[in-house]
């Protein structure tokens, strides 16, 4: 049904998995023409030699952000690291809609940003108009944002799962536990020794323990859901898998809710959410039955503990966690289906 | 454009993983209405049950063959197990067309099948008008087939290499040897020992060594290829992932071929089919790089051994090693753009 | 050293992941001659046909427990399924020495295990005077034992590192939190769909929430040492690797404690434990960093959240979880030193 | 029964996987006292930095070469990459024995190393000097050597394998195709892209194809054996695993030789060596057999082509294919039994 011109994107730091994981996505779409590939280190390259998976794709070569013609660009999808995404982004044209799959605009106070990502927010005006793109629970205001900043892949997972039970008052706001385990894909495709597959390979352990840098974003959002300040634990671990993220937390009800109360208030939250699924009572998310797709699956759990309750969260981290989430974002900023080039199933096994 | 009505379709062998495959693929086809799921052992239970990835899907319930009304089907797809597939195939009304992932109608010989098989085939007279669909080999005579025989994983990446080579006797039709990996999926969901997580993790090994059972139906084509009676040495080995297969094929040249003379032929062969992609020269064929896609990807190397190429070929086993090439095979038999539905691509990493 | 008979050891449950590595580690052993090998449904067949990693040992072939003389058994180690162990256990003659790695000796209360295994206990009175076989902390007890029932290995990696802290009143006994991860062949090697690898493979999910069996064995030991009744929410997840367990435990202190104080504690509870370390402040347990070894890994780090801490704990799950712990208990049992046929470093990568 | 002084040993290339497995080996050897630890990149750090499997071991920190006394010396254990080794290697003095598991001395020929390694060899009087370390063939001129020269992991799975077929002029030195597969850690620790966990885990390809490094170190032995100049096909493959070394070997009979012909020879080759196996008919090798140990298993085939067989042989990379195999021959050299500290058995699962 494309009939109307298509939507000219480029894509910022396509040779990351956030990026290859966009196009991906974004080459099926009916309204998108991919116009312009940027990776500052592999100016020049095709596609196919940094991501030989997308060798069928009839794309333009890679090129630095100052080669694009930026007035034949609709829309930036970014996917820079923290830190480089908020001065490119800041020199785009003011009519190019930014689609931020970067940490650089997530924090609605530029002195938590400093804080926890190091160094100045180089645009600070900008960092006040951008919108979260949690989609589920931000819709309006992505619709008409210009700069949306789609959460990370932890936030994704633990926000979808946690905000309509603080907003409903069912848990309580304090002694939030979040156990969370990812795939390694979630760690990026710079070379680092923990990466490697003999290290990661047959393992598991935590990392980043009391320091990771979703806590701030997940406790930005949690309190505004809340109306109270919200401090949680939250402790991810590394998985030997390469997508999928698994969010255990560990809540406290509020008066006499209960795991039905919860699982409820949930299925309330999220009935015209086409993306989000509660599974039924007895149901166990797993990240391979939502891998490659953008299906958060959630799921409730009675505690042996009396008073509390396990909510139960799992994305693919590439997906729902970051390039899906953001062209679900797309598509709400152009008037179009949400879940449009979003179809596709989980690939199990 | 889905302005006929819908073609209705069965599933038969729901809960197995080529026919969860095909029904992930199949669910998004615009003409297809998914109208009945037939798994003997799980009748009356939901889909989700079976398959939880799947749980997103408004589908009918598992029944039994018996349950289904024929007459409101107009396609079955087949991913029962051979044996019992031919049983189930010949029942089927003969107005219902019959798309076979199973190893059932592969072998144009009913007597090469009792051998390789055990047990008589209980539709010989199907198996003379079945079609074998390797689909970049038998276009027109899918087109019109009312009983389509999918091949087997190996075998379709096995052929899509060799086929050409024959065809244009750049390649001898002896001393073919072909080494072969696969995931672990590749052997179904049928409960064994040696598929456990535990037996089959962090290990590699060949099975199946002088005897396995796609031997004789890659045989069968390579003869009829190659005009004369080939044999193969076929070495299937088993890897620690759960999709994807890898056939390295080691032949001996005819006259003066070379690797570029190969290529060369490979890429006219397929130069209008857009699942087959003959990578460029210094590009390897990886089996992650195709994952979850049905594209197969073709590279020609140079051997050390003079006179001797090597071609490597590398399929998803659960996509274009079956469902995904059922679904273009079905797409031919009804008219229909031959990658309906198949746009998907690879999911990497 | 071994000059003094041999002890003559059956292994009751050989073809089992327990019994096998149980085999492993003893057929090293200097003073241990492995004397019969019991698995009634192998009976007749060598041990390399059922573990082909053990074919260069020269052992006995398999036999079912009546074809034992036992009056040439010393001692017998047991990797029987719970149910199956204590009825063949209590027909063993009183002479021999049983270590056992079943759950059936755990429990201490006859009626708790009914309720948590189903049925009725068949040897009471055996169960009465079992010695709960965690190394560490019941050493005396071990020396001097007849039956040793040794702990499952989830109650392994928690014991070792809340038992210090509940002893030493560091932590509260409320509100304990015990995220647990572990690798598949925790499950074992009976034929299961979930454990195969194309279904647990790349992917992680919870299971047996609110229910999993080891929970009684773990407040059953928490509450003796906290010296009142301890309840926990313990949260097992399966992860996609075959060997291997870290406990995330999120625990709340008492009094003025901090994570210094229970690093304090747990370095003098184990000062002279020679597989127990806890790890330096900063450092991380990781499961690959004790693969194959009888070594427990601890790590305590501060909380987000005032008040808590995070102790997390790592194990192999057959080896200091199961086999190695038997093997450490089988050393204080015979006068032997603890270490002995345990010396292994872990195997990485 | 250590009564003689220990053997001083020191380990250059600490920092890497195979000085690692080495260090692992060595500090359970009853005659070794590791007495430095070299690491030019590393130096002053603590091992159980860098490994932190190795805590539990109480050795010196890491130095480089020069902090050594070398007069403290016996021996030295090399796993410095090709290249450094040889250089490093020159400067040690004439009484300290060398164990290189490096590439620098496997070459006969200099000519040869520098028209595969790049660059002149820089001790080309040493290399004359050199003895191919393959243990079981080369028993005689090891235990008197100053300079023992340990195989590549892939030339010590195939040579194994086919050494005893050429002497024995069982099979023909013409059109020998070797596919081989190996576990990501025989890539070593040094930071690649492809070894990343996500870009290697659940993926299988073939990687330097025809120019693999291990080529001219087997054709060198080969052709020894053969008494002609053998040419091969060697084919390495990338598995998604982390230890382990499969080849399946393809060879061409001579004579009236079949597979049983060749399973005799092997095991009348190996009949007085503990570490190889020669795997009974119809048992197949599987590198998660051989895990962790310094086993070697070979299998022989029958062919479906007429007049060839099909080798199979697995090891593991880091074990027999490195560091076991450089201690075998460390116990050849000082008097020992062959076997001591290298009696650990697979690690399986």
Not at 47 to 69: C, G, N, R
Request: charged letters at 20%; one cysteine or more.
């Amino acid at each position: 049904m494309a009939s109307k011109p298509p939507i000219r994107a480029a894509v910022l730091g396509a040779s990351g998995y956030t990026g290859a994981d966009l196009i991906r996505l974004a080459a099926r779409h009916p309204n998108i023409a991919i116009t312009a590939l940027i990776a500052k280190g592999h100016a020049g390259q095709a596609l196919a030699q940094v991501f030989p998976h997308l060798v069928s794709l009839d794309l333009p070569d890679l090129v630095t952000s100052d080669e694009v013609d930026w007035n034949k660009i609709d829309v930036a999808f970014c996917g820079l690291p923290h830190g480089t995404a908020h001065t490119e982004i800041r020199k785009l044209p003011e009519r190019v809609k930014v689609i931020d799959m970067s940490a650089d605009f997530r924090l609605r106070d530029s002195g938590t940003y400093s804080e926890w990502y190091g160094g100045a927010h180089s645009a600070p005006e900008l960092l006040k108009g951008a919108i979260y793109g949690l989609t589920e629970h931000y819709r309006d205001e992505i619709k008409t944002a210009r700069l949306v900043a789609c959460p990370g892949c932890y936030p994704t997972a633990v926000l979808l799962a946690l905000l309509p039970l603080l907003k409903t008052k069912l848990i309580a706001g304090e002694d939030l536990i979040i156990d969370a385990k990812s795939g390694v894909s979630g760690a990026g495709r710079t070379l680092k020794q923990n990466i490697l597959f003999s290290e990661a390979g047959e393992g598991l352990s935590p990392y980043g323990i009391g320091n990771h840098r979703h806590v701030p974003e997940i406790e930005q959002e949690l309190s505004l859901a809340a109306g109270a300040t919200v401090t949680v634990n939250f402790t991810p671990h590394l998985a030997p898998m390469s997508r999928g993220e698994l969010c255990t937390s560990y809540v406290r009800l509020a008066g006499k809710a209960d795991a039905a109360a919860l699982r409820k208030a949930l299925n309330e939250a999220y009935a015209a959410s086409p993306f989000v699924r509660v599974v039924e009572e007895g149901v166990i998310p797993a990240t391979q039955h939502v891998r490659g797709s953008n299906y958060c699956h959630i799921g409730v759990f009675a505690d042996r503990l009396p008073g509390r309750a396990i909510v139960v969260s799992a994305i693919d981290n590439l997906v729902k966690g970051s390039a899906g989430q953001a062209l679900q974002n797309f598509n709400l900023m152009h008037g179009l289906d949400e879940t449009t080039a979003l179809e596709q199933l989980p690939l199990f096994p």
